[in-house]
C-alpha cells in the first residue's frame, strides 16, 4: 500500500478511537472483520459494478466497498447521523439531509437518534430469530458490507472533497448497517416526526395550551400525511395479455430525492447456485430493493396506509405526565438524553434533552400538519409499528429470490417487512401483480370504530389515520393471527391483485390498480376507495390505456410511455385555457399556449409558462366543470373552467412573473429547467405532480433562471422484458448518476443520458458482462 494511503487509514482509525464512542473493541474486530472474505467486481458502462462471491458474507464485502467507491461521503454522513454525532461536529443549528428522519436541525436527529442507540432496540430487535429478526443470510451480508466498506475506506483513495481528511470519517461495525434498516423503516412514522417527539414537553405551572386547529382543519391535515416523506413512484406490470410477446414486462420508476442519502445505488448480486439479482438499492443497504432475476421482476411505489397510529392520553388533573389507563394512574416514563454540541471556539460541550414515553409509545405534539399539543387535559402518542422491524432486508432478499408473483406474494406475506409501500411485479409466465402487504397498525374498521375518540372518528373516515382512546388498554393495537410482531395487521388483509392485462400504481390507493377490477371493501388504514385519482394516476391509467388500443406493450413501448412526458393536465385544460386567454385579450402568451406540443420536453416551448401558470391554477376550488364521477374515475374531473376567476389569475400572474424574471414566454423548457454539474448545465425534462406527468421531476425555483436544481424526482428507472431466456431484456437509467463524487467519472454520465432519454443496455448474463468494452475487474480477499 502507498505510505500516503496508510497514514490517511491510520488517521481514519485514529478519528475513530479517539473522536467518535464506537468501543474502540468493536472498531479493530469490524477492521478484522474481512479475514476469509472474497469477491469479485466486475464494472461495466456507467460504472455499474457485477458482485460475485462464494457466500453472502463475501456478497456483502463486495457490495459495501463498492457502494463506498461511489458514495462514501454521503453514506457517512449517514454514518454520522445515525450515531447522533451531527451536533458534535457541524453544530447543532444546521439541518441534516432529511435522508433518515424528518429533524429540522441537527441537535433534534442527534437526540432523536442517540435516544433510540441509548435504548438499545436495535440490538434487541436483531438479536431475535428470523421471521421477527433478520434472516441468517442478511446478518451475513450485513457483516460483510461493514467489512467492505472499512477496507475501501482503509485502502480507497479518498477524492470526494465533501469528506476527503474529515475527522467524522470513521469505520462502521455491522450493528451501523443495521441501525441504517431500522431507521429507513421508521421515515413513515417516528421518522417523519423527529422534531415533535424531540420538542414534547409538559405544559408549565402558568401555561395554557389548546388546539388552535379545528377538527376538520386535522382531518384535511391527515390527508397529506405521506406527502411529507418526500417519495413516490410509478410503476406499472403488463402480463401475456398487454405485451407484443405474451411474457411479462416491468416498469419501476420510484421518484426519490436527487442529493441526500436516500438515493438509490445500482448493482448485480450472484452467488453462483443461489442468487442472482440485479437492480437498486438504498444507499447503505446490503440488497437490492427493486430489481430483477431471470424470472422475475418487481418495483415499488410509496403506499397510501398510515404506518402509525395515535393514542389520545386523558391527563390526571394537576399532573401532566399521569394518565389514566382503566381508572387507574400510570406514569409517563422520561429518558434522558445527552449528546454533545460543538461550540464557536470548537470545544464541545454536553446538552441534555428529556423525551417522554406512554405505555403506547412516545409523546408528540404534532404529526405533519395535525396539531397535538400537550395540555393540561390530554396528550398524544405515536404509536410505530415499524419502531419494532428490522425485517426490510429480508423481504428484498426474498424477493430477489422469487421466481414467480405467486412465489413473491408468499416472500411478502412471510417475512412481512415492508414499511411504507406496494410490491408491483411481473413474472417471465406472463402475470402481472399488485400488493399492497406492508407494515401497518393492527386498525380494522370494526377495531376503529369501537377505539377511536372524537378527533380519531374524524381522521380516520377522511384520512386512514386512528387517534385511539389510551383510557381503555383494549384500545392498543394487538398481536393478529399470521403475524410476525405484535400489534400489526394480519398479512390476508391487504389488497392483493393478479393480472394477465396490467397492474399500476403511481402512489394512490389500491382501488383503481386496473379500471376492470377495482378493489374494494379493505380497512380504510389502507387506502381509500371511489374517491378522486391525482392527475399523475390517470395519465398512466391513459397512457397504458392508449398502448394497448393500438396493440401490447414492448420493452421500447414502456420505455417512450415513462419519458414521454405528456401532461395530462395540459391534454385537459390546455384548449380551454388557449380559449380563456383568447378572451382575456392578453395577446403573445394565448399564441404560445396554442403552438405548445403539450410535453414537458427540454426542447418544449409553452411548458415553462403553463407549468407556472397551472402550479397557481390548481388551489382554483372551481377548474373544472365535470365533478369527480366514480363511475368514471379515469376521466373525471374534467372540462376546464373558462370562467374561473382563480384561473384567469393564475394565468396573469404566471405572464408577469416570467416577464419580470427576464425569461421569454416561450423558451425552451430545459434552458430554465436543468442541473448544474461540475460547471455544465444539464436539461432536464419532466415536470410536476399536479400536472399528471409520470417523469416527476420536482425541482426549485430561482427566480430570473428558472428551476435550477432538482430536489426529487425520477431516479432508478428500470424496463425488465422477459423474452423467454435466463438474459431479460432489460434497460436501465439512473437519472442523478451512480456517485455523489464530483471527481468521479460516474458523477453526471448517466445525468446527461436522462436528459437525452438515451438508456444504459443492462448487461445480465455473464457472456454479456464480459463482452463489455472496458471492463474492469476488482478482485477483493480478505487478509
Not at 459495501?64 to 454520522?80: R, T
Not at 442478511?138 to 482503509?154: I, T
Not at 423527529?194 to 402558568?206: C, F, H, R, S
Request: proline share 6%; hydrophobic share 35%.
Amino acid at each position: 500500500m502507498p505510505r500516503t494511503l496508510l497514514r490517511v487509514a491510520g488517521a481514519v482509525v485514529l478519528a475513530a478511537a479517539l473522536l467518535t464512542p464506537v468501543n474502540a473493541s468493536a472498531v479493530a474486530t469490524q477492521l478484522n472483520a474481512g479475514r476469509g472474505m472474497s469477491a469479485t467486481i466486475r464494472y461495466t458502462e456507467y460504472g455499474i459494478p457485477h458482485i460475485t462471491a462464494k457466500d453472502y458474507t463475501g456478497l456483502g464485502y463486495g457490495t459495501g466497498y463498492a457502494a463506498a467507491k461511489d458514495n462514501l461521503c454521503m453514506i457517512a454522513q449517514g454514518v454520522v447521523t445515525l450515531s447522533g454525532e451531527r451536533s458534535r461536529y457541524f453544530g447543532p443549528d444546521g439541518a441534516p439531509d432529511g435522508s433518515l428522519s424528518g429533524a429540522s436541525t441537527n441537535l433534534a436527529s442527534d437526540v432523536f437518534f442517540a435516544g433510540i442507540n441509548g435504548s438499545g432496540i436495535v440490538e434487541r430487535l436483531i438479536a431475535e430469530p428470523a421471521p421477527s429478526g433478520p434472516a441468517a443470510e442478511v446478518r451475513e451480508l450485513s457483516r460483510g458490507w461493514a467489512a467492505g466498506y472499512n477496507r475501501f475506506l482503509r485502502e480507497g483513495e479518498i477524492t470526494d472533497p465533501a469528506c476527503k481528511g474529515a475527522a467524522w470519517l470513521r469505520p462502521v461495525t455491522e450493528l451501523d448497517v443495521h441501525r441504517r434498516g431500522y431507521a429507513l423503516a421508521m421515515l413513515g412514522g417516528s421518522g417523519m416526526v423527529t422534531d415533535a417527539i424531540v420538542g414534547a414537553g409538559p405544559p408549565g405551572e402558568n401555561t395554557v395550551r389548546r388546539r388552535t386547529q379545528s377538527p376538520q382543519e386535522a382531518a384535511k391535515a391527515a390527508r397529506n400525511l405521506m406527502a411529507d416523506a418526500g417519495m413516490g413512484s410509478n410503476a406499472i406490470a403488463a402480463g401475456s395479455r398487454a405485451t407484443a410477446g405474451g411474457r411479462g414486462l416491468l416498469l419501476g420508476n420510484p421518484h426519490y430525492p436527487w442529493h441526500n442519502g436516500r438515493r438509490f445505488w445500482q448493482a448485480h448480486q450472484t452467488i453462483p447456485g443461489e442468487l442472482d439479482v440485479s437492480g437498486a438499492g438504498l444507499l447503505g443497504s446490503p440488497v437490492v430493493n427493486i430489481g430483477h432475476n431471470s424470472t422475475f421482476a418487481w418495483s415499488h411505489t410509496v403506499a397510501t396506509g398510515v404506518p402509525l397510529s395515535l393514542t389520545e392520553l386523558r391527563l390526571v388533573p394537576g399532573d401532566p405526565t399521569s394518565y389514566f389507563v382503566d381508572g387507574k394512574k400510570e406514569k409517563m416514563t422520561q429518558r434522558r438524553v445527552t449528546v454533545q454540541v460543538k461550540q464557536q471556539d470548537g470545544s464541545t460541550r454536553p446538552v441534555t434533552k428529556t423525551q417522554w414515553r406512554s405505555r403506547y409509545g412516545p409523546i408528540v405534539t404534532s404529526v405533519s400538519a395535525v396539531d397535538l399539543p400537550w395540555t393540561t387535559w390530554n396528550a398524544y402518542a405515536i404509536t410505530d409499528p415499524n419502531a419494532a422491524n428490522t425485517r426490510v432486508a429480508n423481504t428484498s432478499l426474498a424477493l430477489g429470490k422469487a421466481r414467480t408473483t405467486d412465489e413473491a406474494v408468499r416472500a411478502l406475506k412471510g417475512t412481512q417487512g415492508l414499511p411504507w409501500v406496494n410490491t408491483i411485479a411481473a413474472d417471465s409466465r406472463g402475470e402481472a401483480l399488485y400488493a399492497q402487504i406492508q407494515v401497518l397498525p393492527n386498525v380494522t374498521d370494526e377495531f376503529a370504530n369501537r377505539c377511536n375518540s372524537l378527533l380519531g372518528h374524524l381522521t380516520f373516515r377522511q384520512a386512514g389515520l386512528a387517534i385511539l382512546d389510551g383510557t381503555r388498554s383494549s384500545c392498543a393495537p394487538g398481536k393478529a393471527p399470521g403475524t410476525v410482531q405484535p400489534g400489526i395487521l394480519a398479512p390476508d388483509r391487504y389488497p392483493v391483485l393478479n393480472r394477465a392485462d396490467y397492474v399500476t400504481n403511481s402512489n394512490d390507493s389500491h382501488w383503481l390498480s386496473n379500471p376492470e377490477e377495482p378493489l374494494t371493501g379493505f380497512d380504510r388504514i389502507i387506502g381509500d376507495e371511489k374517491a378522486t385519482r391525482s392527475l399523475r394516476t390517470r395519465s398512466g391509467l391513459v397512457a397504458v390505456q392508449d398502448q394497448l388500443g393500438e396493440g401490447g406493450f414492448t420493452r421500447a413501448d414502456m420505455q417512450d410511455l415513462v419519458l414521454a412526458n405528456r401532461n395530462h393536465a395540459g391534454e385537459l385544460a390546455a384548449e380551454g385555457t388557449v380559449a380563456m386567454c383568447r378572451d382575456m385579450r392578453l395577446g403573445e402568451p394565448c399564441e404560445i399556449l396554442a403552438e405548445w406540443d403539450g410535453t414537458a420536453d427540454t426542447g418544449s416551448r409553452g411548458a415553462l409558462l403553463f407549468d407556472r401558470y397551472w402550479r397557481k391554477a390548481t388551489a382554483a376550488w372551481d377548474l373544472w366543470r365535470t365533478p369527480f364521477d366514480a363511475s368514471d374515475p379515469v376521466n373525471t374531473p374534467r372540462d376546464f373552467n373558462t370562467g374561473s376567476w382563480a384561473a384567469r389569475k393564475a394565468l396573469i400572474d404566471a405572464v408577469k412573473e416570467l416577464r419580470e424574471s427576464g425569461i421569454p414566454l416561450d423558451a425552451p423548457l430545459g434552458d430554465h429547467q436543468y442541473v448544474t454539474r461540475n460547471g455544465q448545465k444539464i436539461p432536464i425534462g419532466g415536470g410536476t405532480e399536479s400536472q399528471g406527468i409520470l417523469n416527476k421531476i420536482e425541482a426549485t425555483w430561482t427566480p430570473g433562471k428558472g428551476y435550477t436544481e432538482v430536489r426529487t424526482g425520477s431516479s432508478y428507472v428500470q424496463v425488465v422484458s422477459f423474452d423467454g431466456d435466463r438474459c431479460p431484456d432489460t434497460r436501465t437509467l439512473m437519472a442523478y448518476s451512480q456517485s455523489s463524487d464530483p471527481t468521479s467519472p460516474h458523477y453526471a454520465d448517466q445525468t446527461r443520458l436522462f436528459s437525452e432519454k438515451r438508456w444504459v443496455t443492462e448487461r445480465f448474463c455473464s457472456q454479456e458482462i464480459e463482452k463489455a468494452p472496458g471492463l474492469k475487474v476488482t478482485e477483493l480477499k480478505g487478509s
